[in-house]
């Protein structure tokens, strides 16, 4: 994958990041409903070093996620964006919010997590490994 870059609503906000994404995935867990605003979080997880901001750097909300682990959620303080997420204890690897990208359609998922928690009125995706629960 070339180089992918993305921001946030409002502009204020913008990064680029390269490589290979580790793992593309959709969560389902309540968190992820509720910081993404739908039935679910998109997400490309990437190395921190392929990832930098050029513009701005968001605001933080740290929560702990349903597996019990602290997750810090980033977003942008003024249109309220999610941009990214990072778990302060792994450090090495950082979240993108697939909706902050500039082409999303690039998106390209081969998981889906806690679809133990999924909206009964939201389809999965057909070709997805699916786990009932999970680690993030
Ligand atoms: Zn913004
Ligand atoms: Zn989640």
């Not at 906000?13 to 998109?42: K, N, W």
């Not at 750097?57 to 997420?85: D, L, W």
Request: charge should be positive; glycine fraction near 6%.
């Amino acid at each position: 994958m070339k180089m992918l870059t993305g921001g946030c609503a409002c502009g204020n906000i913008r990064y680029q990041c390269s490589g290979e994404p580790i793992v593309q995935l959709m969560c389902h867990c309540r968190d992820c409903q509720r910081s993404s605003g739908t039935a679910f979080s998109a997400m490309m997880l990437f190395a921190s070093d392929k990832f930098r901001y050029l513009k701005g750097e968001p605001a933080f909300y740290e929560t702990v996620a349903e597996s019990g682990r602290e997750i810090r959620r980033g977003f942008c303080n003024k249109c309220g964006s999610p941009i990214s997420a990072h778990w302060p204890t792994r450090p090495q690897s950082l979240i993108v919010a697939v909706s902050s990208l500039d082409d999303p359609s690039k998106f390209d998922p081969t998981l889906e997590t806690w679809v133990s928690r999924a909206a009964p009125w939201h389809p999965f995706h057909s070709s997805t490994t699916k786990f009932s629960e999970a680690s993030h």
